[in-house]
């Protein structure tokens, strides 16, 4: 006799299931997405079938999972790193400026292999910090950083952040080696690097001189939550070990691609010198093109076989080598050093020059950072000096023609004493290499910066308040700081003969808008030094309201998930100086967002209910449903089984979905009828 099964046990199964698939699925669009970059669903689609893992992996605590996709997303857990040893030391690699010295580098691998025919692999040379991933049973185990060589830090956490690099792989669980470790670069690309440092800007922070120190600070944060936010990519390029699936360096890197690893298409076998050049002359004028820094070309002997035959010596394995390009530089006459200063008053030593052509632009201006370069440079006035691209971006100023210097007692190029802005005396503190301009409540850039910075995209949002137009009411005299932008009227914005009057509309629209940004948003907004967006969100998850936050000690700040020393002290200087706590006070008045919504129990009508959200909704977000389900005692899940106790079925709930409830017998409640529910009507 067949014994029935219990439904809600059956239920139970047929969610796991639907978590191993969900799994699954996603591993695979990552891989179609940040490998293949051939996405088959639109990120939408990828974020609801992410939700709907999460949602089902609260319900199975017993399925968790180390490498399921749902880890992408980071957390706030303060770690130290472990330190692991190398199974191979991780060396370097030997260095080569020339033809000539690749020239000599092909001879003396011939010469090595006796005369044996050879191939060498050409591949770019990446420019971020190498990462050493182990897995086991296709699984990623754990990652470390080159470290010493020998041994390095296991940033496994931050790894898993980075989507590019499977967690899973793919491909017959029987074809991959049990146990085994690749290795390659962790990147920033070039896109993230920008929008990085215009964010580090924006909230005070030291800008990232190029990619790979902005990757190497990111995979050393103690947050992983920062990392996930910064968008690292990741390519592998070489396999350790003598147990690698084929017998060429370049085949087991096909291979790698096949596992899910995201492996270089710029890769090529050559047969000859001249063909290694061939790759090396594309490369020096393609590699701009790249989404990613790249400093060189990695040469490497192609069979393992003749790699075993040629070895190592102490530093570097004989049978690869590093060609690095030259980077490109110009000369040109420095004309004057002007000073400007930034929203957070640090003052920032500019070279304007003689306008010089450097890889592809016509630069005129450098930044010099701040006094110890310009004493460390010796710069004097009208040197004549050389200019580089750092990272191909930014131009800097390297060195000194000290040659060219007609009179050898020029004037030393000194440093401002006093704003150039607003006169104020310069400070500098002890330990910081910059200068400020103390002059918080005058200095117009900096009250202008602190404008252009709150009404931003990603702080309060005010699009239809830009920085010129910021600055021309400031100005103007319409406003002064940020809390005055809630009394602003149509009447002020618009001329006498109201012939603005539709966009002035706009602009008040906007900001009555702002009042309902988020209290996190509203903290990144204030322009706390050191506080980004992931910092304000932790901060105003921890302290909940703005009360709490500015009576909260040194001590109480390094309690939190990734607040260190610098953030904590920010942020209690920032709430002692009574001139922001007047600024806070008066925007709270105007409305503005001071706290998170309490989560209270409003009710226990829901308790006990699963509910499963869909569609599109008229009267609150998908957001405010969910908190409403929770508020009420029930619970939100991802996907309809027999278990769920109804849908709240908005406009548009997809035929599948819909499908799925009437098969199980779920019924849908539309939004009018799931308020009148909780308001016990
Ligand atoms: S192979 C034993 N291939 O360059 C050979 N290295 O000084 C191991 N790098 O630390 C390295 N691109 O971080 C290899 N295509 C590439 C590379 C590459 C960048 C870095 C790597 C290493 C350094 C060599």
């Not at 809630?486 to 003969?497: I, K, M, S, T, W």
Request: aromatic share 8%; net charge negative.
């Amino acid at each position: 006799m067949q014994i029935p099964l219990n439904p809600s046990v059956m239920f139970q199964q047929q969610e796991k299931e639907r978590i191993l698939w969900l799994r699954k699925e996603l591993h695979r669009h990552n891989h179609n997405y940040y490998v293949k970059s051939a996405p088959e669903i639109s990120d939408r689609e990828f974020d609801e079938l992410l939700a709907e893992l999460a949602a089902l992996e609260a319900l199975h605590p017993d399925m968790a999972d180390p490498n399921s996709p749902t880890v992408r997303v980071g957390s706030d857990l303060n770690r130290d790193f472990r330190q692991v040893e190398h199974a191979y030391p991780m060396l370097s690699l030997g260095n080569t400026y020339s033809r000539e010295e690749v020239r000599a580098f092909y001879a003396r691998v011939a010469e090595g292999l006796g005369g044996q025919p050879f191939e060498i692999c050409c591949e770019l040379k990446f420019d971020g910090l190498s990462i050493s991933l182990i897995y086991e049973n296709g699984r990623l185990l754990y990652a470390v950083t080159r470290g010493d060589g020998v041994r390095g830090d296991d940033v496994t956490e931050n790894i898993k952040t980075i989507r590019s690099i499977p967690l899973c792989l793919s491909g017959e669980a029987s074809t991959l080696p049990e146990r085994f470790e690749i290795r390659g670069e962790v990147l920033m690309p070039w896109e993230s690097f920008e929008r990085l440092n215009v964010e580090r800007e924006r909230s005070g922070e030291p800008l990232f001189a190029n990619p790979r120190n902005a990757a190497s600070g990111t995979l050393k944060s103690k947050n992983s939550a920062v990392v996930a936010a910064r968008g690292l990519d990741a390519y592998l390029y070489y396999m350790p070990g003598d147990e690698t699936p084929c017998d060429t360096h370049y085949d087991n890197l096909q291979c790698a691609a096949h596992w899910g690893f995201k492996v270089s298409d710029a890769m090529c076998v050559a047969k000859t010198l001249d063909e290694v050049y061939d790759f090396i002359d594309y490369w020096d004028e393609h590699r701009r093109e790249l989404p990613v820094a790249t400093d060189g070309i990695v040469l490497k002997v192609n069979s393992l076989a003749q790699q075993q035959e040629l070895g190592y010596t102490a530093k570097s394995p004989r049978w690869a080598i590093a060609y690095k390009f030259q980077a490109e530089r110009a000369r040109t006459r420095l004309l004057e050093v002007t000073f400007q200063v930034g929203r957070t008053g640090a003052v920032t030593p500019v070279a304007n020059m003689e306008p010089v052509q450097l890889a592809g632009t016509v630069v005129r201006r450098a930044s010099l950072h701040n006094e110890d370069v310009i004493r460390q440079l010796d710069l004097r006035e009208g040197d004549f000096v050389y200019v580089e691209k750092a990272g191909e971006i930014i131009p800097q100023i390297v060195g000194v023609d000290v040659s060219a210097r007609a009179d050898a007692d020029a004037k030393h190029v000194e440093f401002v004493k006093t704003c150039p802005e607003c006169g104020a005396l310069l400070v500098r503190y002890e330990g910081e290499a910059a200068h400020y301009c103390p002059n918080y409540t005058a200095c117009p850039p900096q009250l202008k910066g602190r404008i252009e910075h709150f009404v931003s995209r990603e702080a309060m949002n005010i699009d239809s308040l830009g920085p010129e137009t910021a600055a021309l009411y400031f100005d103007r005299g319409l406003i002064r700081d940020v809390a005055d932008l809630y009394a602003l009227r149509v009447a002020d914005l618009c001329g006498a003969d109201r012939s603005r009057e539709k966009s002035a509309k706009k602009l008040v629209d906007g900001i009555a808008a702002s009042r309902q940004v988020p209290f996190d948003r509203v903290l990144y907004a204030l322009g706390i030094r050191f506080v980004g967006k992931v910092v304000a969100k932790t901060l105003a998850a921890h302290f909940r309201n703005i009360d709490r936050l500015r009576a909260a000690s040194v001590d109480d700040l390094l309690q939190v998930e990734g607040v260190g020393e610098a953030i904590a002290t920010s942020v209690k200087t920032f709430f002692d100086d009574e001139r922001n706590m007047q600024l806070v006070e008066r925007l709270m008045q105007a409305g503005v967002q001071m706290e998170l919504p309490e989560v209270v129990q409003a009710s226990d009508r829901l308790a006990g209910k699963s509910i499963v959200i869909s569609g599109t909704f008229e009267h609150h977000s998908r957001e405010d449903y969910k908190a409403m389900i929770e508020a009420h005692g029930g619970k939100n899940v991802g996907s309809i089984s027999k278990k769920t106790s109804f849908v709240l079925a908005g406009a548009n709930m997809g035929p599948s979905k819909l499908e799925k409830a009437q098969k199980n017998g779920v019924p849908l409640l539309s939004e009018d009828e799931f308020l009148q529910l909780l308001n016990g009507e």
